[in-house]
């Protein structure tokens, strides 16, 4: 192999170690006589040392139709370059190492150049099983590492079986593993599988779970592959970077290998329930959402979600949102089929008041808070995740009216009748004390909903029931008079009149909306004329609304109720924000 010949080779081209397995082997006096092309690398060897270990290139020189054969292509060579420099030197009765990294790739291009012992003893292919058997593939590291070599080296790897060996000795010894652990951390050998990519990780489990691995242990290997494999996506929930409504992005090679890989992962997620961690599951559909993979991905992630829905929290329900370029964006619809399949599962099962459903109720209140300040979250989408959950299911609506506030806070420019759509979902009369009075002083809700829990506080106080404090005190029969029931009956009356004499109010202001200043001012004589007379209608308000005043130090004036309430007198703190003002 010396540089002296008949045919000159440019010495840069040449492999270095070549060029020294020629200086110690063979005398410069005999010059090579074939270049072997593998890619961009040139050779420059001697036929008889080649054709004694590879029956392969002997085909080749044999059956070529040029008598004196003085280049040969072998750029289909699994390995490349590298591996035919080896089998070059084994040619050469050179020296050098074999490793669990190389091994594969080694054994690969012994058969492709037919280095078996078939055609000589103790030629490669041999020496690189006895390697395989008696060093790689006796630890689980070793066995990984040799897996994972052959990624590059399909299908001939397959087809020569050295993938399935290796997933099978894996296999085999992750469930010794798992069951028998002999290192600290226990869950060692799951952090080893992550190096592999999908497909081979899916063969490793199908193999463990063929050899009777618990759900659990299986499991746990997909949760740290999937946070190793999917580490930005799963765990930075911003988003940054990336815009997602990019389609250019979104095609690109990298988010088809990720959108591969979730669609993969979720075909591999085992059917028992409770395995996954509801943190996980919720990362793994933002992932599923932010790279857009299939429907059926995505719909079995939430149908995983949903049966584990009473487990949720508010921040495992924001998982699915995430941001960009300083905008949020949501995906209302996927969280709105988890509620709606766990609600109806309660529905069918523990009826609509369980602790299960009220849980659930409590956490989607608190959602809705949170996503509220969205500009994009119209009152339609609002409404549609706030009467997902029944009615009964809210024990009282304080959670559900914060979110509310927040909402028409965050949307300044609703007019009064979408205002009434937002508030359509809550139901004023189960909000607590509290709740209530923060209600009639706020500038934000509608007319009729102010009215309402007026209304109410006055009914709870003049029938002898005060729910102050979440406390419902009942005045006991024993002390009360007879008078005391006359005035109960009177007063009943009285409210039954007061409520229809506020109908008509509410009717009368929506008029003066409606009809703008002129038509207030021309009923403005009208207003004052009743104002003189003895019983008219806002004499009548203003007497009874006294009389029945739950504010106890607060102004008695109530002809003004639909302006600013800014009269009441509140003698006690609150005990609970229920606003973000």
């Known amino acids: 192999m010396a540089t002296e010949g008949k045919t000159p080779i440019?010495?840069?081209?040449m492999s270095s170690c070549l060029q020294r397995t020629g200086q110690l082997g063979f005398s410069q006096d005999i010059p090579t006589d074939v270049v072997v092309e593998v890619g961009e690398a040139?050779?420059?060897?001697?036929?008889?040392?080649?054709?004694?270990?590879?029956?392969?290139?002997?085909?080749?020189?044999?059956?070529?139709?040029?008598?004196?054969?003085?280049?040969?292509?072998?750029?289909?060579?699994?390995?490349?370059?590298?591996?035919?420099?080896?089998?070059?030197?084994?040619?050469?009765?050179?020296?050098?190492?074999?490793?669990v990294q190389n091994v594969a790739a080694l054994q690969c291009a012994a058969e492709f150049l037919q280095m078996t012992d078939k055609y000589c003893d103790n030629n490669l292919a041999g020496r690189t099983q006895d390697f395989l058997s008696q060093v790689a593939l006796s630890s689980l590291s070793g066995a990984i590492v040799v897996l994972k070599s052959c990624e590059i080296l399909l299908p001939i790897s397959r087809d020569l079986g050295i993938v399935r060996r290796c997933v099978d000795v894996v296999g085999t010894k992750a469930c010794n593993e798992a069951m028998f652990p002999c290192r600290s951390p226990p869950n060692w050998w799951t952090e080893e599988l992550c190096i592999l990519n999908i497909d081979f990780f899916s063969d490793v489990l199908a193999s463990m779970k063929q050899k009777g691995l618990k759900p659990s242990s299986l499991a746990s290997a997909i949760i740290t592959y999937t946070e190793r494999s999917l580490r930005d996506l799963v765990r930075d929930h911003s988003g940054r970077g990336v815009k997602f409504s990019d389609p250019e992005?979104?095609?690109s090679e990298e988010r088809t290998q990720q959108r591969h890989l979730v669609e993969s992962i979720v075909s591999l997620l085992p059917s028992d329930k409770g395995l996954f961690p509801i943190n996980f599951l919720c990362s793994l559909l933002r992932c599923a959402v932010f790279l857009n993979t299939s429907l059926a991905s995505k719909n079995e992630v939430e149908k995983r979600i949903s049966a584990v829905?009473?487990?949720?929290?508010?921040?495992?329900?924001?998982?699915?949102?995430?941001?960009?370029?300083?905008?949020?964006?949501?995906?209302?619809?996927?969280?709105?089929?988890?509620?709606?399949?766990?609600?109806?599962?309660?529905?069918?099962?523990?009826?609509?008041?369980?602790?299960?459903?009220?849980?659930?109720?409590?956490?989607?209140?608190?959602?809705?808070?949170?996503i509220a300040t969205c500009l994009e979250l119209t009152v339609s989408k609002f409404n549609a995740i706030a009467n997902l959950v029944p009615k009964s299911a809210r024990k009282p609506e304080d959670d559900l009216y914060r979110a509310v506030d927040i909402f028409l806070k965050a949307h300044p420019s609703l007019g009064e009748i979408e205002r009434e759509k937002v508030c359509s979902s809550m139901d004023p009369l189960k909000l607590s004390y509290d709740a209530r009075l923060h209600a009639s002083q706020n500038k934000r809700l509608p007319v009729n909903i102010v009215l309402h829990a007026l209304?109410?506080?006055?009914?709870k106080l003049r029938s002898g029931v005060e729910d102050k404090e979440g406390a419902v005190n009942v005045v006991p029969e024993a002390i009360v008079t007879r008078g005391q029931v006359k005035a109960d009956i009177t007063l009943a009356k009285e409210n039954e009149a007061l409520r229809s004499e506020l109908m008509k109010m509410k009717m009368y202001v929506s008029d003066l909306q409606k009809n703008g200043v002129g038509a207030s001012s021309s009923k403005a004589p009208l207003l004052v004329s009743n104002r003189n007379s003895k019983h008219t209608f806002f004499s009548s308000v203003s007497k009874k609304l006294g009389k029945l005043n739950p504010f106890r130090h607060g102004s008695k004036d109530t002809s003004n109720i639909d302006e600013d309430l800014a009269g009441v007198d509140i003698t006690k703190p609150r005990r609970r924000r229920f606003s973000i003002s």
Do not use: W
């Open 10 to 13: 440019n010495i840069n081209t």
């Open 42 to 99: 040139n050779f420059s060897l001697h036929k008889f040392m080649l054709v004694a270990k590879s029956n392969y290139i002997r085909k080749l020189i044999m059956e070529s139709k040029d008598s004196d054969v003085t280049r040969i292509d072998l750029s289909d060579i699994p390995g490349g370059a590298e591996m035919f420099e080896k089998a070059a030197k084994f040619c050469y009765g050179v020296s050098f190492e074999i490793t």
């Open 249 to 251: 992005n979104n095609d």
């Open 309 to 370: 829905l009473e487990h949720v929290t508010v921040d495992d329900l924001l998982v699915p949102s995430f941001t960009y370029d300083g905008e949020r964006l949501l995906d209302l619809d996927s969280v709105r089929r988890i509620i709606s399949a766990f609600v109806e599962k309660e529905k069918s099962k523990k009826g609509l008041c369980s602790v299960s459903l009220q849980r659930v109720a409590k956490n989607v209140d608190s959602y809705l808070a949170e």
């Open 455 to 459: 209304y109410y506080d006055q009914r």
